[in-house]
């Protein structure tokens, strides 16, 4: 048996705020973005070499808004790994992206935390080899 994750929903406000910020601040690929109706599109992001993306999806009543930047209740989300941590924490910091820390070396590589547009938190990691 073979499986693989294919992607992750995450709400946002705002599809073309989303997409802006993602494949100019984070340098992602923009994959798709497809008007299903009036207010939904199928927006889909990915870092450059990823099988995995994000499914941009716009956040719909009371319940999902409320959920918009704190979709794990505060902890690091999401982890995305580099094969050069200087390049990508030098381009994302000359893009205004918002680090809550200082880089750090651990015993599994090289590590900040930072906040997406909404808050939500990631490690951007350059493992150990």
């Known amino acids: 048996m073979s499986q693989k994750l294919a992607s992750i929903a995450l709400l946002v406000r705002d599809y073309d705020e989303a997409i802006t910020y993602y494949t100019e601040s984070l340098g992602f690929e923009l994959l798709e973005d497809t008007k299903l109706s009036e207010s939904k ?3 889909r992001v990915r870092p450059p070499g990823s099988e995995c993306c994000l499914l941009l999806a716009k956040a719909l009543g009371e319940t999902q808004t409320e959920a918009i930047g704190n979709q794990s209740g505060g902890r690091v989300f999401l982890f995305l790994h580099t094969d ?4 990508d924490y030098e381009h994302m910091k000359s893009k205004g992206v918002r680090f809550v820390e200082e880089p750090r070396h651990e015993p599994f590589g090289t590590v900040v935390v930072f906040e997406d547009l909404h808050g939500n938190k990631w490690d951007l990691i ?3 080899t």
């Open 126 to 128: 350059e493992p150990r």
């Open 41 to 43: 599109r199928w927006v």
């Open 84 to 87: 050069n941590f200087t390049r």
